[in-house]
Nanobody
């Protein structure tokens, strides 16, 4: 019913920037929230950022001031602008959407930050 496609990952040097995109497709749904998690090798998946249907945002402390989450006017695409990237940001980034009681997940996109 809901399909998410992620793009924008890649390899960047420390201090550089990347912009991730996640587009939701389908019909007959209303999105309550959209956001991003990430998972580095050998570590648990962790929350990164979220934006709800009213436009309110939340960020984990380590990315505040560097990352910005946003959505398009149709509220079907979520973006993550990542500036001042650090090696510890290296991970697979997963987008999600919340529709009613359910979460739907994208396929993941690799972000690698070299020192």
């Amino acid at each position: 019913q809901v399909h998410l496609v992620e793009s924008g990952g890649g390899l960047v040097q420390a201090g550089g920037s990347l912009r991730l995109s996640c587009a939701a497709s389908g019909s007959g749904f209303s999105i309550n929230a959209m956001g991003w998690y990430r998972q580095a090798p050998g570590k648990q998946r962790e929350f990164v950022a979220r934006i709800n249907s009213g436009g309110s945002t939340n960020y984990r402390d380590s990315v505040k001031g560097r990352f910005t989450i946003s959505r398009d006017s149709a509220q079907n695409t979520v973006y993550l602008q990542m500036n001042s990237l650090k090696p510890e940001d290296t991970a697979v980034y997963y987008c999600y959407v919340t529709i009613g009681p359910l979460d739907y997940w994208g396929q993941g996109t690799q972000v690698t930050v070299s020192s």
